[in-house]
């Protein structure tokens, strides 16, 4: 199947300080891709959609500001999360579907804010 | 918007015994249904999906059955094994901006 990179897998980070994620999908391109915070146990939470050379769509909830999304490319979306604090700590994870085809996930990313 | 409801939270079955997840969804609309497993630790992968114009799909012992008139899709295991064992998702999509709702999920946990 497809495949979808994120990186980093995990990221340590001081409070106050910024912290991007990548997504990349490598074979094939992603009109939409999707960010999600997983907290333990719990389901997806979906913070924002974004289509390739558009602004971001937010979930209710999730500020904008804070959580900087950047779709440049059908490959390519970052997700940066800005002044991180200790509750901003979560498991990040994105994915990538081209049109209605089946959506990939990335391996997810685990942010701790120290 | 749509919701997407899903039960039981947990599941436990004897090992080769079947499972069935079933999902609730509101929006008529919605024309794309698929499953997702998803291990302790990983990401998130497809088991199997089905599309509105179809009311059951089967991967060998693995089914989903979909009732569009009733708005409920579910997820059948058959001869559950403990590699089975996991998280799974459902979720509904509609054409729109192709947004994937998903389901609390269900822990199924296959007892030896």
């Known amino acids: 199947g497809a495949v979808v990179s994120q990186h980093p897998s995990w990221v340590i980070c001081k409070s106050g300080t910024s912290v991007k994620i990548e997504c990349r999908s490598l074979?094939?391109?992603?009109?939409?891709m999707f960010w999600y915070r997983q907290f333990p146990k719990q389901s997806l939470m979906l913070m924002a959609t974004?289509?390739?050379?558009?602004?971001?769509?937010?979930e209710q909830g999730v500020e904008k500001d804070k959580f900087l999304i950047n779709h440049a490319s059908l490959t390519l979306s970052t997700l940066t999360v800005t002044s991180a604090h200790p509750e901003d700590s979560s498991f990040y994870i994105c994915?990538?579907?081209?049109?209605?085809?089946?959506?990939?996930f990335g391996q997810g990313t685990r942010l701790t804010v120290v | 918007g749509e919701n997407v409801e899903q039960h039981p939270s947990t599941l436990s079955v004897q090992e080769g015994d079947s499972a069935v997840i079933k999902c609730t969804y509101s929006?008529?609309?919605?024309?794309?249904f698929p499953w997702y497993k998803q291990e302790l630790g990983k990401r998130p992968q497809l088991i199997i999906d089905?599309?509105?114009n179809v009311g059951e799909k089967k991967d060998q012992r693995i089914a989903v059955t979909l009732n569009k008139t009733a708005k409920h899709f579910s997820l059948h295991i058959t001869e559950t094994q403990p590699e089975d064992s996991a998280v799974y998702f459902c979720?509904?999509?509609?054409?729109?901006?192709?947004?994937?709702?998903w389901g609390a999920g269900t822990k199924l946990i296959i007892k030896p």
């Open positions: 974004s289509n390739e050379g558009s602004k971001a769509t937010y």
């Open positions: 979720a509904a999509s509609s054409g729109g901006n192709y947004q994937l709702i």
């Open positions: 074979d094939f391109q992603a009109t939409t």
């Open positions: 089905i599309r509105s």
């Open positions: 929006d008529s609309a919605s024309n794309y």
């Open positions: 994915s990538a579907r081209q049109g209605m085809a089946e959506a990939f």
